[in-house]
Nanobody, 122 residues
Framework: QVDLVESGGGLVQAGGSLRLSCAAS????????MGWYRQAPGKQRELVAF???????SYADSVKGRFTISRDNAKNTVYLQMNILKSEDTAVYYC????????????????WGRGTQVTVSS
């Protein structure tokens, strides 16, 4: 069984920083794209950033220049460094994996974590 576990969320003042982590547990290898999404109350889930297995990154316009995504393939972990946080960054942040191998099987569907709350006070 595989699972994604997020950590690092919390309450921070506007202008502050947080670092989210997402560790993939269980028998998981050859992870393709890893990403972070977020969902604010009353809004749809949106893509924040993703990073491919080769390290190519992409960001939502709203976080460019403030957030940095990275990954440690040896640890099957993806990170999201969030700086200069704004009240509009308040949301539940979800980790996502798109494609991975578990045992002899390669799964092409998305795998989601349970989410971690980020609250930015103004």
């Amino acid at each position: 069984q595989v699972d994604l576990v997020e950590s690092g969320g919390g309450l921070v003042q506007a202008g502050g920083s947080l670092r989210l982590s997402c560790a993939a547990s269980g028998s998981m290898s050859s992870i393709n794209t890893m990403g972070w999404y977020r969902q604010a109350p009353g809004k749809q889930r949106e893509l924040v950033a993703f990073i491919t297995s080769r390290g190519t990154t992409s960001y939502a316009d709203s976080v460019k220049g403030r957030f940095t995504i990275s990954r440690d393939n040896a640890k099957n972990t993806v990170y999201l460094q969030m700086n200069i946080l704004k009240s509009e960054d308040t949301a539940v942040y979800y980790c996502n994996v798109d494609g991975y191998r578990s045992g002899p099987t390669y799964y092409t569907g998305a795998l989601w974590g349970r989410g971690t709350q980020v609250t930015v006070s103004s």
